[in-house]
């Protein structure tokens, strides 16, 4: 009478597995040991690191009183994460995030441009193509687990294990659905961003491949657009998230 749910449960798991195995389009990969991870993810990153790092160094490198365009531009950047930050987390706790959130906000908002402005078809790999990183499942489900480690962090610092007691509030019969949302949010995170990546890349590639090349050009601007509202979009409910983790602490 055991063995069938036993054998039951063993099979959803495998097809559980066999799933998350799903992947779009084909894939370079690089062997690291016993793991395989996807190369060209890595290596698109990576230029996306390379690029936030340069224009930093480039704009912070000679600070002056009467600020140039470089670090005018910065500034405007900095300010403007501030102001997300302080709007969502509120006035006294959100400094010490200005620097998770405008990470993922610039890492986001730049992998996203680079997509579409950036030749990445001409490199040839063994198998797959580049493209923007975020453009991989992998990329934005671990972004998404970044920021629901960094809210739990958040409500545990300044709540202790009382933070835990969200869960039963405003009754106890809540407790399943309560759990359940810290499951989802992370799962909207992830898919909402790498969906609309995607299908903007999808579009745009669709388009050129059956029209003449004036004809896609505007949907690359809107693609842009859309890229930046993305991003934009992700940092506003990181932020959240770690605010309503806090709230009661201000």
């Not at 912070?60 to 997300?84: A, K």
């Amino acid at each position: 009478t055991h063995i069938a749910p036993s054998l039951s449960s063993i099979t959803t798991f495998h097809n559980l597995y066999e799933i998350s195995g799903v992947e779009v389009g084909q894939h370079f990969y690089w062997q690291i040991g016993s793991f395989q991870v996807h190369g060209q993810v890595l290596i698109t990153s990576w230029v996306v690191i390379t690029i936030l790092l340069s224009l930093a160094i480039l704009a912070t490198g000679d600070l002056q009183t009467v600020p140039p365009d470089g670090q005018n531009l910065v500034e405007y950047v900095l300010e403007f994460i501030r102001d997300l930050a302080r709007t969502q987390i509120g006035e006294e706790e959100y400094r010490p995030w200005v620097p998770f959130i405008g990470t993922m906000f610039l890492f986001i908002f730049v992998s996203n441009w680079s997509g579409a402005l950036l030749p990445w078809k001409i490199f040839e790999l063994p198998h797959g193509e580049l493209a923007a990183p975020t453009n991989d499942i992998n990329t934005t489900v671990a972004l998404a687990l970044l920021t629901s480690v960094a809210y739990f962090y958040a409500g545990l610092h300044k709540k202790g294990l009382s933070y835990f007691g969200k869960y039963i509030q405003p009754t106890a019969i809540l407790l399943p659905i309560n759990i359940l949302e810290d499951f989802t949010k992370p799962l909207s995170l992830s898919f909402r961003l790498f969906g609309n990546i995607l299908a903007d890349e999808l579009v745009v590639a669709v388009l050129i491949s059956l029209v003449p090349l004036v004809v896609p050009i505007p949907m690359m601007f809107l693609g842009l657009f859309t890229s930046a509202i993305q991003a934009l979009i992700f940092a506003t409910l990181a932020a959240a998230y770690i605010g309503e983790s806090m709230e009661g602490h201000h």
